[in-house]
């Protein structure tokens, strides 16, 4: 491996971006092109120059033998992109209160556990936006014991979802009622809001690789997993491995809820895609496995 050219601008030699990005695959499943090389050139070139790394053999020997893995989570940090608002394509959420979840429960006793998992909840606007949902437009809501999980393999996001301090522009989506039901003013600069404490409360956060069956297999009988945008980051062989591992996360008839640029028949033939009025969900049959 050689270091940086003596242009900075020049990145990594092509041999090295290549040897990099397979290793950053294989620990976390993004998979990054020739089209990304700018963007991780520079961040790379920024942690080597944090940790005093003499050139890319020296940095990435630190990757894959620090014991503590901080400086690949670091690295990660900076790699993931974590754009997101509360309600976005909220017909998802819709989707969700008016039919999925009555199909999740139908012939459950009251009192039953029902487990949402928000995989890649970056800021946490996703499961809070399932959380006031549930509690606003769900009809069933008080008669089962609902479980929130949050996770991100970012764990800088993870602390600001587990604060639930937001600015203007993530609560754009969000009606003026619900603003003042669920969120709190902070301080007196600029327009910053805090979700209220019962909310923060109900949500577990927790950082987890979804490419890493280690890390995935503590969720196992989930009703329902939304996963939006997330995938389009993995490559073709990354993405029928998480839909795999969705597959065992889920309890027979449970569902995935992926973006709207997304669809589980291009990665897996496990899923049954169902066609709800306001969107579709990709069921996981009862017997385990698609017609």
Request: proline share 5%.
């Amino acid at each position: 491996m050689e270091s940086f050219p003596d242009d900075p601008d020049a990145g990594l030699p092509p041999a090295d971006y290549a040897i990099l990005c397979d290793f950053l695959r294989e620990r976390t499943g993004l998979s990054f092109t020739e089209a990304k090389r700018y963007f991780v050139d520079r961040r790379v070139a920024a942690r080597m120059a944090a940790v005093g790394a003499r050139d890319i053999r020296d940095y990435m020997n630190l990757l894959r033998f620090q014991a503590s893995g901080e400086e690949l989570q670091r690295l990660v940090n900076l790699m993931t992109v974590n754009e997101t608002y509360f309600f976005r394509e909220k017909y998802q959420f819709d989707c969700l209160v008016n039919s999925a979840l009555d199909e999740v429960v139908r012939g459950r006793p009251p009192g039953s556990r029902v487990r949402i998992w928000s995989a890649g909840c970056s800021t946490g606007e996703e499961p809070y936006s399932i959380a006031i949902m549930l509690l606003e437009h769900w009809r069933r809501v008080d008669d089962f014991e609902i479980e929130l999980h949050a996770s991100d393999i970012d764990s800088t996001v993870l602390e600001r979802a587990q604060a639930g301090v937001y600015e203007e522009r993530s609560l754009q989506g969000l009606p003026a009622h619900l603003r003042a039901k669920y969120f709190q003013k902070v301080g007196s600069g600029p327009d910053r809001w805090r979700i209220m404490e019962e909310l923060r409360d109900s949500i577990e956060f927790s950082r987890v690789n979804i490419a890493d069956p280690e890390e995935v297999r503590a969720f196992r009988g989930i009703d329902v997993i939304f996963c939006r945008n997330l995938l389009i980051y993995f490559d073709d062989i990354g993405r029928r491995e998480a839909a795999s591992m969705f597959h065992d996360a889920l309890a027979p008839n449970g569902f995935v809820c992926l973006g709207h640029s997304e669809s589980m028949s291009r990665m897996s033939s496990l899923f049954v895609p169902r066609r709800f009025p306001d969107a579709i969900l990709y069921q996981k049959p009862a017997g385990g496995t698609a017609p």
